[in-house]
């Protein structure tokens, strides 16, 4: 078993980081049967762990086996889908307490498929429940919005994400120098699951591999921060140039965005840089559905400004 599935949390006490958030989670879960929230909103960048914590919360509920079901709204995001599951919401509990459905990245579901969905969440009998989790709850309608309680979910710091790598490695029983843990640490970006899946590929090696193949994780920021760099200075005329640093990175355009993101935010808290907020703008949308399209849609439109 990997090591991110076999160190995945199942309780809110294992979660990593986001304490308050994850208190203010625990005290409403454990008010049990008195005016539960019918409706979670959890939103955070990716990586945060908000699929972890909507399945602890369904654990919470009492819904597992068929009585649990989890829906990428990136992929089934239309009208039908919320109607057929309001046709469901009808029907008792098969085999546990309650009805939960997830609906992951659930700001991608269609403008009438929002509509149908405020009407479910309005209509929820008492053993039907819903967990919205989302990179980008501004594109929810309002309404929708209001009809749930909302957490939202932070990266760590790269001083937590050491304390969970040493937490992690200590009951491994393994040991992986400072050096490399710190690379890791710094490349996930705040994200313990990019961290676990990093140090999976070094955590065995020989140390003068583990370094190396940090190192090779490393050069990755490395492009960003010279495509970040480049960003600043550039203009409409600079294009070109931008262009040929974006033929030559070999980078997944979304990690690519993150680092650039983090890069840019270190900067911008170093001191009065409106360059780096004009970046950062342009790179605030995640890149997943379109890729290395929309990673030269966002240069491009950083150079026009």
């Known amino acids: ?151 939202t979910l932070s990266l760590l710091s790269e001083e937590g994400l050491l304390r969970f790598l040493a937490g992690v490695l200590a009951s491994e029983k393994k040991e992986v120098p400072e050096e490399v843990l710190r690379q890791i640490a710094q490349d996930s970006l705040g994200s313990p699951g990019v961290a676990l899946s990093i140090l999976e590929k070094v955590v065995d090696l020989p140390l003068e591999k583990m370094l190396r193949v940090a190192k090779q994780t490393a050069e990755k920021q490395n492009e960003a921060i010279a495509l970040a760099r480049l960003l600043f200075r550039a203009k409409l005329k600079n294009w070109k140039e931008v262009a040929e640093l974006i033929k030559t990175i070999d980078a997944e355009p979304e990690s690519l965005r993150r680092l650039v993101l983090a890069y840019c935010s270190t900067i911008l808290l170093g001191g009065d840089q409106p360059r780096a907020y004009v970046v950062m703008d342009s790179f605030k949308q995640p890149f997943f559905d379109d890729g290395k399209a929309r990673l030269i849609m966002a240069c491009y439109e950083v150079c026009n400004q």
């Not at 005290?27 to 979670?40: G, Q, S, V, Y």
């Not at 649990?68 to 309001?86: M, P």
């Open 1 to 151: 078993m990997s090591l991110s599935k076999r160190y995945r949390p199942k309780s809110l006490e294992k979660m990593a980081g986001n304490k308050s958030t994850l208190l203010a989670v625990e005290k409403i879960l454990d008010r049990m049967d008195e005016n539960l929230p019918h409706a979670f909103l959890i939103s955070g960048p990716s990586g945060t762990g908000k699929t972890t914590l909507a399945r602890i919360i369904a654990g919470a509920l009492g819904s597992s086996g068929m009585d649990y079901q989890e829906l990428d709204t990136a992929d089934f995001r239309g009208i039908d889908t919320i109607r057929s599951i309001r046709q469901q919401m009808a029907f008792r509990p098969m085999e546990s307490k309650r009805r939960v459905w997830l609906l992951d990245e659930c700001h991608q579901i269609t403008k009438d498929g929002q509509e149908a969905l405020l009407k479910a969440l309005e209509e929820a009998p008492d053993h039907a429940f819903f967990v919205l989790a989302t990179t980008d709850p501004d594109k929810l309608k309002p309404t929708l919005k209001r009809r749930c309680v909302h957490f």
